[in-house]
């Protein structure tokens, strides 16, 4: 009798435990969402001041797909249309180019002994631990001390410094699970180098590549710290550099809210996607 | 060109080459403008000239104070979250920690300015709690991402042992549980704290201007001053690179630390 009081008790004490940690985390979600739903209900009205409410209306969304105010009769401030033109022009190129950069650099590193692999993935760490405003600066002082003009380059060389380390990391594990040998047995096999490389090792590294590819995606469109300090004068904006100047004039440029509203759900529907076939992966595995 | 196939070595060059010159030459170019004056001589003003300013002195000082309470704030808040997702006893549904992750993908300046709209709506007034505030919403997935991977890496059974030898909840949490989630702790602690001591941006928008942080006066200096000013700034940088080698130091293995860093985006 009295062990089943004892075992009641702790049901009862666990219980409690479970409904306020769960408690807990709702809290601190409603916290951490409020900005964002903040964000979303207010694209939902057409003040110009984020914070003002003046009506339900999809005016901006109309606005943001027409690039014209027709009530104001205005056009929406065409540099936000350049800044993401090249928010995501720069991504694409990065990540591309930091994801075969890194895939090469990934094999190559796999491959070396012990010493030299030790140096080159401390040098790969280097631009993962430096925060933004030092890899910015840094190459700010090397493109002004050879006389490079800032702009489109300077930009996507520097998305390619913080981002290739991520793709090199995402391919490693890849490697270390394949059998190191099919390479070579390709050769043996008769096909040429080229061959064994994009028809044995390109597809046996393919996730990594993606995801690595990915996260350089992600992280060049997040960036503000380098893009401020490598984009130059020229007038060039990525959306970060663009709310930055926004906000620091005053005035919120009022289609981003319906802009972030899009992205915000595009992303939520893409993870839930990525999600369910990380799960559908380590089943299978 | 067949031998460069075959000596998969070789591979890494052309990134090798790259890390030289667009991370390794950077950096030492920032020692360089540091410890010259702008003709190109060398000096050491531009320290000199740090230390002797009170203002940026105490700046400095401001801004690690800020980042180590920020820090705190995240591990205090970032724990006990992880802890409840990951251990099993309180059933929280796995997409949980997604929910953490998600608000990193909107743009961290727009949910900076949401957040100064939110203190706007509630009539706060924006300054060093909005900082605070702000800087802890903007990195606290930092922290509960380790510490949640460390815990749930955990052996459960160490439990089921803790608590079959006799040991209260509250021993098995400080005396199992805690010394067990300690390099996630470590992780997040770099994870929050680097980022905070260098920011630029966030500071400026959360507070109006009103509070200038170390990472500001840097951008200043390459900024409206222009050239004359690069060299000071070169050498407040290198004391920002001191603090982030030392603090990557605490990190202890820096490729786990930026590994986790990675699976959370």
Known sequence: MRNNMNVASIDKRDTFSRVAGQAYLWLLLLVLYAPIVLIIVFSFTKSKVFGNWTGFTFGLYENLMTGYDYDAQVRVDPNLYRAIFYTGLIAVVAATISTLLGTLAAIGIYNMRQKGRRIVSFMNSIPMINPDILTGISLFLLFASIGLTRGLWTVIAAHVVFCTPYVVLSVMPRLQKMNPNIYEAALDLGATPRQALWKVMVPELRPGMISGFILSLTLSIDDFGVTFFTKGSGGLETLSTFIYADARKGGLTPELRPLFSLIFLTILVLLIIMNVRARKVKSEK | MMKVFQNRRSWAWPYIVFLVLLVILPLVLIGIYAFTDIEGHFTLRNFIQFFHKT??????????????ITTIICL???????????????????????????PMWINFLLRTIATVELFHMFNLPLGEGALLFGMSYDFLPFMIYPIYNTLQKMDVSLLEAAKDLGATRWQT????????????????????????????????????????????LIQRSFGEGGILMWNYGAALSLIMLVIIGATSFFGQNDTETESQKGGLL
Request: positive net charge; proline residues 6%.
């Open chain 2, 55 to 68: 203002e940026a002195v105490n700046t400095f000082i401001y801004s690690i104070a800020i980042a180590l």
């Open chain 2, 76 to 102: 205090l808040l970032g724990y006990p979250a992880a802890y409840v997702m990951a251990m099993r006893s309180f059933r929280t549904p796995a997409v949980m920690a997604l929910l953490f992750i998600l």
């Open chain 2, 173 to 216: 949490f400080v005396k199992v549980v805690l010394p067990l989630s300690m390099p996630g702790i470590y992780s997040g602690i770099v994870m929050v704290f680097m980022p905070t001591v260098s920011t630029f941006a966030i500071s400026e928008l959360l507070t109006h201007n009103k509070i200038t942080l170390f990472g500001s």
